[in-house]
């Protein structure tokens, strides 16, 4: 209730810029304290009043139309002319306000009209408008800041679609090929193949949304997608997935591992190699608060021989992009490419 109250404040503060009024209240407050007579604390601070309210249209016509017009248009030397003449011109209405309106001893009322009066009250308006500029360009870098920072993060989701969008079709467009070379054979394996891919693609439909989802989700994801791989390879590729330490609890951005591990039975079951493997390894700590995931495959010697796979490739620099968009300064990616192995190693810092 109360957390509601405040906001609520808030929000009519900055509607109707009630702000202005708080800070020149203050101000007010302020220069009454430092120019208190001694005759009473309302006297003073309407003494202040009068003062202050030549500072205020100078401020405003300064922070409206002398910065507009002059300062960010860099016309230094035009705008500081434009606003000492401004403060010039307001001082002598002041000096009348003073003589007219403060209870001022003779003294004080002689010395109205001197230079020293306008030199002193120049100063004082002076340091008001720089107060008050300074107050005007911090605000406007504060929410150029925010806009960059707003269109930055926009750019990022616009970015991280547009890659997924790009992961979804590649994934389909596999699977069906293993679906269709399930059928062809006349499998008995096709239904809970259609199955494993139905639940495959309701994970890519809905859960591939979400900016994270749960990592025991995204690795049972995993796991549907290896079983469609071992109904295609049969028992020429011996599969191997496992997990070390706990899941619960922890989130992952979705499709993260998916184009290595796609990536890994594109080579490492490659016909040419007979008897095969692929390793596929989680490792969860959370001591260190790191993930790690390893896939290892072996690989044929001409490798370089072997038709390029153009969606595989494109998945495997969406992947790197989104690591660096999503983990920037906090993933290692390893790649070990040997004679006959090929092994990626990715460590993600999750705090």
């Not at 992961?167 to 494993?196: M, Q, R």
């Not at 997990?243 to 040419?272: C, D, Q, R, W």
């Not at 959370?286 to 153009?310: C, G, H, Q, W, Y």
Request: proline content about 3%.
């Amino acid at each position: 209730m109360v957390n509601r109250f405040f906001s609520e404040l808030i929000s009519v503060i900055t509607r109707y810029k009630l702000y202005h009024l708080l800070f020149w209240l203050l101000y007010i407050a302020f220069w009454s304290f430092i120019l208190r007579s001694g005759i009473s604390w309302k006297q003073d601070f309407l003494n202040a009043t009068i003062f202050i309210f030549f500072h205020i249209v100078v401020s405003y016509f300064n922070n409206y139309y002398l910065i507009e017009w002059f300062l960010f248009k860099r016309k230094y030397l035009t705008f500081l002319l434009s606003l000492s003449l401004s403060i010039l011109l307001v001082c002598f209405p002041l000096a009348v306000s003073s003589f007219r309106y403060l209870p001022l001893m003779d003294d004080s009322i002689n010395s109205i009209w001197s230079i020293s009066f306008f030199v002193t009250n120049f100063l004082f308006i002076l340091f008001t408008v720089l107060l008050t500029t300074s107050i005007k360009i911090f605000r406007n870098w504060y929410l150029k800041e925010q806009s960059n920072k707003d269109l930055q993060k926009l750019n990022i989701e616009n970015e991280l679609r547009f890659l997924k969008s790009q992961i979804n079709p590649h994934f389909l467009f596999n699977n069906l090929n293993n679906l269709y070379a399930l059928t062809l054979k006349g499998s008995d394996l096709a239904p809970e193949a259609v199955l494993k891919l139905s639940n495959i693609l309701r994970f890519g439909l809905y859960d591939s949304q979400k900016q994270k989802v749960p990592m025991e989700d995204d690795i049972q994801f995993v796991r549907d997608y290896i079983e469609l791989e071992k109904y295609r390879l049969g028992d020429r590729t011996n599969i191997q997935l496992h997990v070390y330490g706990s899941t619960i609890g922890k989130m992952i951005e979705p499709f993260l591992f998916i184009n290595f591990i796609e990536n890994a039975f594109k080579h490492g079951a490659n016909p040419t190699l007979g008897q095969s493997f692929i390793d596929i390894t989680y490792t969860i700590d959370d001591e260190t608060k790191t993930i790690a995931f390893s896939v290892s495959n072996n690989k044929p010697r001409s490798l370089n021989n072997l038709e390029k796979d153009k969606v595989g490739g494109i998945g495997l620099k969406n992947v790197q992009t989104r690591l660096n968009i999503l983990y920037p300064g906090k993933h290692q990616l390893k790649i070990a490419d040997e004679l006959e192995t090929y092994t990626i190693t990715l460590i993600l810092q999750t705090t």
